[in-house]
């Protein structure tokens, strides 16, 4: 239960085009991080899915019932679909037991089943020795738990999620995020994880949907959004993309292709669709760049920066025939490596962006 089907969705505020056209098909079970930049519209579609705001256009289906579309707007109540704020939004009179039990109470569930179901989600979520305790009296990861065990006894088939890590420390972070895969995979409800922390959009998720302005830029999987993103917004936006103009792409038919990038030969990934053309744009990381070996005909470059990393350093060097283009890669130890030093770099993997005339 819980696949949302989300179809040509338009939100303004005044003038403000906050969501434009944005359609979504999550399947029931997934687990879907929403991941942007501040302000390209996150909240607002989690609100508008959560009922809090009116579509201007568009559908939202969920199982199939129209909850948002033409004169039909269900309130938030009626719409089964369980909220995890940023600041929890427990009731700060109520104790631990009293902030899970209460929305089950309204739902008209009986004294000694509503008991029974808060004790065994508190116990999932290691609260039960808290019972008793006010909200005050709790870290901001206990809070966290809180507002989970509302959802995991509220059985909601849909839970949102937003920005729920962003006021916590680096630590209780990387505790809850391992809490958050194991409450999807314990409650099967399909998760909206709106976050701005890429790490955690790739690392919980299903598929990420990436936006920009207002509009869906990508909706894959993780990998596909690192490894073949399919716009400049996207390879820029994911793990330090860097992009690049190379000359003569030549496709072959294995989905590899050729180009020359600053005069050099070089080897890249594309679509199978790709054409040849005399100018592409392609993308890379810092981890797709390394110091040629001596048999490479890598690319003259020149160390302007060295950072150290601990397991590595990170160099930013740059190339002899472009000096104001910076590129950024990782060396490895023994670190024999200078600022000011005259290096020969190596492009060992990168993706051809789809050429945009054609997209
Ligand atoms: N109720 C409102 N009235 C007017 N403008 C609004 C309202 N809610 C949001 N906006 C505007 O809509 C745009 C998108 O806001 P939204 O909160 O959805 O973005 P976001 O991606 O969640 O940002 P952040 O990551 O900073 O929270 C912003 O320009 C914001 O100022």
């Not at 590595?312 to 023994?334: F, G, I, Q, Y």
Request: overall charge neutral.
């Amino acid at each position: 239960m819980g696949a949302i089907e989300i179809t040509g969705i338009h939100k303004s505020f005044g003038k403000t085009e906050v969501l434009r056209d944005i359609s979504l098909s999550i399947k029931s079970g997934e687990f879907v991080a929403v991941l942007g930049p501040s302000g390209c519209g996150k909240t607002t579609l989690l609100r508008t899915l959560a009922g809090f705001e009116k579509l201007d256009k568009g559908e939202i289906h969920v199982d199939g019932r129209c909850l948002s579309g033409r004169d039909i707007h269900l309130s938030p109540e009626e719409r089964g679909i369980g909220v995890v704020f940023q600041n929890y939004a427990l009731w700060p009179h109520m104790s631990v037991e009293q902030n899970v039990s209460y929305s089950l109470k309204v739902k008209g569930m009986s004294r000694t089943e509503r008991t029974q179901r808060t004790k065994d989600v508190l116990e999932l979520v290691g609260l039960d020795r808290l019972a008793n305790r006010r909200p005050a009296d709790l870290s901001g990861g206990q809070r966290q738990r809180v507002a989970l065990a509302r959802c995991l006894a509220m059985q909601a088939g849909v839970v949102l999620l937003d920005e729920p890590l962003a006021n916590l420390d680096v630590h209780l972070r990387a505790t809850l995020e391992e809490e958050f895969s194991r409450f999807h995979q314990r409650s099967g409800a399909t998760m909206f994880y709106i976050t701005h922390d890429q790490s955690e959009a790739l690392a919980l998720a299903d598929r990420v949907a990436v936006m920009d302005k207002g509009r869906i830029a990508q909706f894959a999987t993780p990998s596909k959004l690192y490894l073949e993103p399919s716009n400049e917004m996207v390879a820029g936006f994911i793990g330090e993309g860097k992009l690049m103009d190379v000359s003569n792409l030549t496709p072959s038919d294995d989905g590899m292709a050729h180009a020359n990038l600053f005069g050099k030969p070089i080897r890249l990934r594309c679509a199978s669709s790709a054409s040849a053309r005399s100018q592409a744009r392609i993308s890379f990381h810092p981890s797709d760049l390394s110091l040629a070996t001596a048999k490479e005909e890598g690319i003259p470059a020149t160390v302007k920066r060295l950072t150290y990393r601990g397991d590595h350093l990170r160099a930013e060097v740059a190339p002899v025939p472009a000096p104001d283009v910076s590129l950024t890669l990782n060396v490895a130890p023994p670190f024999s490596i200078e600022q000011g030093q005259h290096v020969s770099i190596a492009l060992n993997d990168g993706w051809v962006l789809p050429d945009p005339q054609f997209a």
